[in-house]
């Protein structure tokens, strides 16, 4: 295992409540300094792969599907022509992440990019041939994706978030 590289398994502490704390926590931190930034600081991912290399961020707002809450979570994303794509990895851990329950709720949603632009766009969750087809490339942006779905039993959700019209 090099300086850098993932455990095998995955780690004992990272079903902690700690674990899922730091995670809650960090993940506010980047979306305020993305947000004052425009992205130009919290934009870009350098932790595991990404430290070797940086993989860009979007900021993904959601509703609460029982609290009909805003949420806002900065995630990983691939460009596939004028689609975005993101994994619902959650580093491996054994359930979906809020944030997926939530687009399945409500897929119309907003995304904040790097550089300040927003999109209104429309999740789906990808499945069959199309994950297929996405998930080498996922890997390929960020090889931790692949160690994080052999450390859990689920299949680790593909969202696709396509440009929607918006209404004036």
């Keep these: ?72 979570t900065p995630l990983l994303y691939l460009r596939d022509g004028a689609d975005l794509v993101v994994v619902a990895s959650q580093g491996g851990l054994p359930t979906d992440p809020q944030w997926v329950r939530n687009l399945r709720a409500h897929p119309e949603t907003t995304v904040h990019l790097p550089g300040g632009g927003t999109a209104a766009v429309t999740a789906r969750e990808v499945g069959g041939a199309e994950r297929e087809e996405l998930w080498p490339r996922l890997v390929e942006l960020y090889a931790d994706f692949a160690k994080y779905q052999a450390w859990t039993e689920r299949t680790i959700p593909v969202i696709r978030l396509s440009p929607r019209a918006v209404d004036r």
Excluded: C, N
């Design 1 to 72: 295992m090099g300086r850098f590289a993932l455990p095998d398994r995955r780690p004992a502490g990272l079903d902690s409540p700690w674990t899922a704390r730091l995670i809650k926590y960090g993940a506010r931190a980047q979306t305020a300094v993305f947000k004052a930034t425009g992205g130009r600081i919290g934009g870009r991912w350098r932790i595991g792969a990404g430290l070797r290399k940086p993989v860009d961020t979007l900021l993904l707002e959601h509703i609460g599907r029982r609290s009909g809450t805003r949420y806002t």
